[in-house]
């Protein structure tokens, strides 16, 4: 199939062109965003393959439409960026990669606890200096700690056994209990009572209108006071603007980031020459216990080569109408 590629970084191109050596799709891979005005790009093409931050509501998709595009091939397993209620009234398929790797995001999601705790990434600025002082880099033993897992999927349930590791006692909730978690210890509880019994809380759910600013000002009001809080899975889950006044007031502690619910005109961009725009997120970065990194918890050289194999495949099925093809369809919730 002719498949226009949006997003393009060097590391798409080169993962995607090795797995499409055994494929044999036709590329054209696109460094813009797909958004309104670059929806004509896809012009004359049967494919659109997009990632986590482009544009894909009902006035976009009506452009692809228009343009001869009848497959939309999402390479990322979240899709609550895609209006799936206009695909369908459009005739165009929408396909994910559901999984891709759990180890790599529950793997960056301990990472941020430590680096956060431990204080490792200004202890790192602050030897380069010559400034070996242990002043302010105070932390504490994982061991013993509560961690509280909102969403025991493939990664919630990595991430709850990296934390058994630990010696961690492991709360979690999750309207559909993970019988693996349940196996390994872990306790499934009300939201409420995670709140308030966890030293660390950890987002692994979908963005759903459920679960939109599910970490509230209410919610951070239940946290233990200077309770740490991460957020792998998607910006929106967490109301940025109320965890800003919880970091100020010390109801909350500690925050770690990978994900952003304003990030589509800032993560995966090199904006340092540039003047930040986003005074929330420019925010942010004033607190000192505050990490924060790109949409980068995904990004493991066996995760890019799982999304690009499963993205091809994906195509190659809806090509040939047969074998596994991935489909989202609008009854579905991400």
Known sequence: MNVAVFST????R?????????????????????????APLAREFEAVCAFVNDRLDAEVLAVLAGSGVRLIALRSA??????LVAARALGLTIVRVPAYSPYAVAE???GLILSLNRKLHRAYARTREANFSLEGLLGFDLHGRTV???GT??????FAKIMGGFGCRRLAYDPFPNPECVAMGVEYVTLLELFRASDIVSLHCPLTPTTHHLINGEALKQLKPGAMLINTSRGALVDT???????????LGYLGLDVYEEEADLFFEDLSEQVMQDDVFSRLLTFPNVMITGHQGFFTQEALHNIMETTLKNITAFERGEGEMN???ADRRA
């Open 9 to 12: 970084r060097s590391y798409d």
């Open 14 to 38: 080169k993962f995607l062109e090795v797995a499409n050596a055994a494929y044999g799709h036709a590329m054209t891979f696109l460094e813009p965003r797909l958004t309104l005005e670059t």
């Open 78 to 83: 979240g899709f609550n960026h895609v209006d």
């Open 108 to 110: 960056h999601t301990v």
């Open 148 to 150: 509280g897992i909102i």
């Open 153 to 158: 999927g493939r990664i919630g349930s990595v």
């Open 241 to 251: 603007r109320a965890v800003i006044a919880a970091l100020k007031s010390g109801q």
């Open 327 to 329: 489909m989202v369809t």
